[in-house]
């Protein structure tokens, strides 16, 4: 059974950091592309980083040089260090693993994350 467990949420000043974890069970893990995913109030959910087996990375604009998206696959872990952060930036954050072929995808149930301004 895949489980995606996130951790790290909670409520945060702006301006300040937080560091997101999502621990995966029952994937090869090494062999998945993983990614954050944001869904704030009322809007659509959205690619906030995504990170290779290998460690590539891409990001989404508005996140570049403040968000940090890192993997350890010896502990079969995903991380997202979240720094400068941003009132608008309030949502339920989201862990996805993707596989190769069809069907090989995975959601968490996902951590709010709460800025106040």
């Known amino acids: 059974q895949v489980q995606l467990v996130e951790s790290g949420g909670g409520l945060v000043q702006a301006g300040g950091s937080l560091r997101l974890s999502c621990a995966a069970s029952g994937i090869a893990f090494s062999r998945y592309a993983m990614a954050w995913y944001r869904q704030a109030p009322g809007k659509q959910r959205e690619l906030v980083a995504v990170i290779m087996g290998g460690g590539k990375t891409n990001y989404e604009d508005s996140v570049k040089g403040r968000f940090t998206i890192s993997r350890d696959n010896a502990k079969n872990t995903m991380y997202l260090q979240m720094n400068s952060l941003k009132p608008e930036e309030t949502a339920v954050y989201y862990c996805?693993?993707?596989?190769?072929?069809?069907?090989?995808?995975?959601w968490g149930q996902g951590t709010q994350v709460i800025l106040s301004s």
């Open positions: 996805y693993a993707a596989g190769l072929g069809p069907g090989y995808y995975y």
